[in-house]
């Protein structure tokens, strides 16, 4: 199996128990694994083309539990699959990794503003942030002043949780004009002009 298709379920089956919650199953079904596939393919929208992928997800599944990244309980007649505090957290790095910002067909003429302040002593985070941030293709008006013209809240949102920051940390403004806006306006090909 290659590195980035094995990677490529890891992310599925992490995604999909992330989304689901935990997933239940009856117990005395002796399709436990024909009974899991389906429903975590469900939640994290991935395709099976062949039966080799099928193979592929189900030791990977296999792996992910081993290492202790998927606790299966069983209460009951019932099976409860959900992601360990390891598992949840490497499921949301790779949330933030495939994070990107849909763009609308037409541009409302709003400005989404993004401003932080993260202390000195937490560096290494403002910095990671920050090449996120860029990442995503927001323009940096200032040192922790960026912009957008689409929204951007939910996925912002996202990375703020995932870095532990606060509202007070992390502000959001949507504005309709920005002072000498036609460098910005350029950068993302908008026409500003009224």
Known sequence: ??????????KTILKGILLGGAIVIVATDPRFGSRIL????????????????????????NRLKNKGMINIEYRGKQI???????????????QINDL?????????????????DIE????????????KIKELGLYQLQKSVWIYPYDFQKEIGLLRDFFGLTDKDMKF??????????????????????
């Open 120 to 131: 000195n002593k937490q560096n290494i985070k403002r910095e990671a942030l920050r090449g």
């Open 38 to 61: 389906p429903k975590l393919i469900k939640y994290a929208a991935y395709k099976i083309k062949n039966k080799k992928q099928q193979k592929n997800f189900y030791s990977t599944f």
């Open 173 to 194: 403004i949507i504005a309709s004009e920005i002072e000498n806006n036609q460098e910005a306006a350029t950068f993302f090909g908008l026409n500003c002009k009224k």
């Open 1 to 10: 199996m290659a590195k980035k298709n094995k990677s490529e379920i890891t």
């Open 80 to 94: 409860y699959i959900s992601l360990t505090e390891e598992g949840e957290k490497l499921a949301e790095k790779h």
């Open 100 to 116: 990107e910002i849909k763009k609308p067909k037409k541009w409302d003429k709003k400005w989404r503003i993004l401003i932080f």
